[in-house]
């Protein structure tokens, strides 16, 4: 298995609801990522987990809380967010990043109503 | 400043011709930089890696650092309809594992 798995792939969410996007990898990489992307900008980090530990937050705002629960699942959890924060969101992995980069998946695209 | 620049705007090539992008960075540390693959509402996808000086070469694609200089470049031979996309430039400096990405360049290959 190459892929990183992301659900759902579409959401539409009011301004308060809570949702959680889910994004799984079965290729034993030990680091996870959320990157954030508005049109025609390039993907902006938000977090980084390393051995299921948080390693870099990039200030974003607690309406974003990620979790790690194990090796193979990263969820970023969504509440109370603002119509501004639609974007797409990507999720990725890596092993050796300096060699091989990171791993995308197919993301979430998130409407806020 | 930015971690990597890329600032040519949309790039027109025919088919068959060979599409040249280019990224600048300013940090002379330990680094590797990547070239992503984006098409329209799909997610990046790495087509490329370097990390030595020199060129690297893939099928259809070259890259090329130039650490005395400060730039990566993406060559993309013979190039077909299927190579239009957005195409992103992303620079890692090591010790710190946080990828970071130029604000991509538009190739529009014309057939």
């Known amino acids: 298995d190459t892929e990183v798995t992301q659900t759902p792939k579409h959401l539409v969410m009011g301004m308060t609801n809570k949702k959680s996007l889910k994004c799984e990898q079965h290729m034993g990489h030990r680091a996870m990522y959320w990157y954030k992307q508005k049109a025609k900008k390039p993907p902006e980090l938000m977090f980084v987990?390393?051995?299921?530990?948080?390693?870099i937050n990039e200030s974003v705002p607690s309406r974003f809380s990620p979790e790690c629960p194990n090796s193979s699942l990263l969820n970023l959890h969504l509440h109370a967010l603002q119509p501004e924060d639609s974007a797409l969101y990507l999720c990725a992995s890596s092993q050796d990043w300096r060699t091989e980069g990171y791993t995308f998946g197919s993301g979430t695209r998130l409407t806020v109503v | 400043q930015k971690e990597v620049e890329q600032n040519s705007g949309p790039l027109s090539v025919p088919e068959g011709a060979i599409a040249s992008l280019n990224c600048t960075y300013s940090d002379r540390g330990s680094q590797s930089f990547f070239w992503y693959r984006q098409y329209s509402g799909k997610s990046p996808e790495l087509i490329m890696s370097i990390y030595s000086n020199g060129d690297k070469e893939d099928g259809r694609f070259t890259a090329q650092l130039n650490k005395a200089s400060q730039y990566v470049s993406l060559l993309i031979r013979d190039s077909q309809p299927s190579d239009s996309a957005t195409y992103l430039c992303?620079?890692?400096?090591?010790?710190?594992?946080?990828?970071?990405f130029g604000k991509g360049n538009q190739v529009v290959v014309i057939p």
């Open positions: 992303a620079r890692g400096v090591y010790g710190n594992n946080r990828l970071a």
């Open positions: 987990y390393s051995y299921e530990k948080l390693s």
